[in-house]
């Protein structure tokens, strides 16, 4: 039953993260319940849960976040588009779906206020931005 606590778990935290860390420690979960089911020994169970569950972290965590179509947070704003709003001490200033942000603009070339710039990058808390052709 512990096992299946532990799938559960992994599932419901991963699917309000998803980070795709906890997934891999369901997969070795599950994999334990089914040699509790035949009788083997508690230590092997351990023992198969962590081999499978860290070898699955290794093996499919960097496809699995490559693969996910979906970004979060501050870099979903990469590839949009954002208006000039103002500049300050620290650089200019843009607005992006309503809310203001800092960002960085590295040309010689001047950006007016109203123009519209492209999100390039995010540095820190700043967007990366650049002049919109």
């Avoid at 606590?5 to 992994?10: H, K, L, M, P, W």
């Avoid at 800092?102 to 931005?129: F, M, N, P």
């Amino acid at each position: 039953m512990v096992w299946l606590a532990i799938f559960a778990g992994s599932i419901i935290i991963e699917l309000f993260s998803l980070t795709f860390f906890t997934l891999w420690f369901g997969f070795g979960a599950i994999v334990a319940y089914c040699l509790s089911l035949l009788g083997v020994s508690l230590w092997i169970q351990i023992a198969i849960f962590l081999t499978v569950s860290l070898v699955s972290l290794k093996l499919f965590r960097q496809y699995a976040l490559k693969s996910y179509k979906y970004k979060t947070n501050i870099n979903a704003l990469i590839g949009m588009e954002a208006v000039v709003s103002g500049k300050n001490s620290t650089g200019i200033l843009v607005k992006v779906n309503g809310i203001e942000w800092a960002a960085l603009y590295k040309s010689e070339k001047e950006v007016d206020l109203g123009e519209r710039v492209l999100i390039k990058g995010v540095q820190g808390v700043k967007l990366l931005i650049e002049r919109k052709d």
